[in-house]
């Protein structure tokens, strides 16, 4: 009962001044979903929204909140926890969703992608995307009748965290192939892909050494930024072969993977259409998987395919030396190797 009292007062308080707020961050609160249906408000002003659903025991407690409170201009939107309703963030151009499925089954392994997709179908004009998932060991919802389509998209970023020591249905990039698969964007620009395993994940391989094949099975011309990232507990394959294939028209690639191998070479000719790279920036950090003759053959292939590169940095133990590459590559304007 205190605490009822308490948020009743804070909602006396702060809710006559909400159509002047243009950030707000909030917790929804199980125990008092009724007492917010008393409190209606219109966050007109509201551009920036992070709401925190962890602390909901129900499915009702997500809808009550947005059944009162109305965000009509809110532009970038962080959700944690849950999915909430489809329609309820309409005008938002970026979003952020991390653990979308800690309420819906009560559990860490579980992601409902028809309902993850029927949300971001209503969304009018997205641009922009972030998916952190965590510890997933299933997805539903292979063969959609209905995908995301997210043609306004420029800019899309997933994050996977492996903390669990649970085995996943399926090799880990052949789950997240269903997460590719239910998205449709076609003017996807700028891509980065993250694998977060923990030293506690019981098998930590990747499962697949073309993955990024799985994700993108025909050439996406659009991607113009690509980053991969692993933690030091990830193992498996980069192969620069399967990126230039997949991203024929990439510009700039930035690779922090210090765990995983590298297939240095990149893809023939016959294999890609066209002789000529688009790369203009080249970023290897960390990459201790990547050895410095290795290194060589990839900057030759790069020469070679008489590439627009204009920046070279890589760092930690498989650099080959400035000046070694300042002969090959004159005409760059920024090349740095770090310890």
Wanted: glycine letters at 4%.
């Amino acid at each position: 009962m205190e605490t009822r009292i308490d948020w009743i007062s804070f909602l006396n308080i702060v809710l006559p001044h909400c159509d002047r707020w243009g950030d707000l961050a909030i917790t929804v609160p199980s125990e008092n979903n009724n007492v917010i249906q008393g409190y209606p408000a219109d966050f007109k002003s509201l551009r920036t929204l992070n709401i925190d659903y962890t602390s909901c025991e129900f499915e009702e407690d997500i809808h009550t909140i947005h059944d009162a409170w109305t965000f009509p201009n809110i532009e970038f939107v962080h959700i944690y926890g849950a999915i909430p309703r489809p329609g309820v963030f309409r005008s938002v151009t970026a979003c952020s969703i991390r653990c979308p499925y800690l309420l819906a089954h009560g559990s860490e392994s579980f992601l409902d992608m028809p309902r993850l997709v029927a949300f971001l179908n209503s969304f009018r004009a997205l641009e922009s995307l972030s998916l952190q998932l965590e510890s997933i060991l299933s997805i539903s919802g292979v063969g959609l009748n209905e995908l995301a389509s997210l043609p306004l998209l420029t800019s899309f970023s997933i994050s996977s965290s492996m903390c669990s020591t649970g085995q996943p249905e399926l090799p880990y990039t052949q789950l997240l192939a269903r997460v590719f698969d239910a998205f449709e964007m076609p003017n996807i620009e700028d891509l980065s892909i993250s694998f977060e395993y923990s030293e506690f994940h019981s098998e930590p391989n990747l499962g697949h050494d073309q993955w990024l094949s799985l994700f993108f099975p025909q050439p996406r011309l659009s991607v113009k930024k690509l980053k991969i990232s692993a933690t030091s507990f990830c193992r498996g394959i980069v192969s620069f072969a399967d990126i230039f294939t997949c991203f024929p028209s990439l510009q700039h690639l930035d690779i922090s993977t210090p765990g995983l191998e590298f297939r240095e070479r990149l893809p023939s000719i016959q294999e890609v259409s066209t002789t000529r790279l688009a790369l203009r920036s080249l970023r290897l950090e960390e990459c201790d998987g990547l050895q410095p003759i290795a290194l060589r053959l990839l900057l030759n292939d790069i020469k070679e395919r008489r590439g627009a590169l204009r920046e070279i940095m890589v760092t930690r133990g498989n650099s080959i030396s400035v000046e070694e590459m300042k002969s090959m590559f004159p005409y760059v304007e920024k090349i740095e190797c770090m310890d």
